[in-house]
């Protein structure tokens, strides 16, 4: 079984950074990419950064130059987030695309992120 496991997030103050960090864990094999997506209240999960094994990006527009993401090591990606905004708040989700496994990826239960002064 394939495990997500996200830490980091909490109360930061607009201006202000956070890192998150995202470990996948169990029987996964070939990972296709590693990516954050983001769920504020009311509001859509939307796509915020991925990563592929290539190396190749995507950003949101909203959070280009001041979000980064990275994949450190095996299994694991990380996502610094600089300058916060309010808007930048919501519960932040992990996902792993692997070759032979869902669809859809595997998920991390989240981390909230609140951006507030």
């Known amino acids: 079984q394939v495990h997500v496991v996200e830490s980091g997030g909490g109360l930061v103050q607009p201006g202000g950074s956070a890192r998150l960090a995202c470990a996948a864990s169990?029987?996964?094999?070939?990972?296709?990419?590693m990516g954050w997506y983001r769920q504020a209240p009311g509001k859509q999960r939307e796509l915020v950064a991925l990563?592929?094994?290539?190396?190749?990006t995507y950003y949101l527009d909203s959070v280009k130059g001041r979000f980064t993401i990275s994949m450190p090591y095996a299994k694991n990606t990380n996502l610094q987030m600089n300058s916060l905004k309010p808007d930048d708040t919501a519960v932040y989700y992990c996902?792993?695309?692997?070759?032979?496994?869902?669809?859809?990826?595997?998920w991390g239960q989240g981390t909230q992120v609140t951006v507030s002064s």
């Open positions: 996902n792993v695309l692997e070759q032979a496994g869902p669809k859809g990826g595997y």
């Open positions: 169990g029987n996964i094999a070939s990972i296709l990419s």
């Open positions: 990563i592929a094994i290539d190396g190749s």
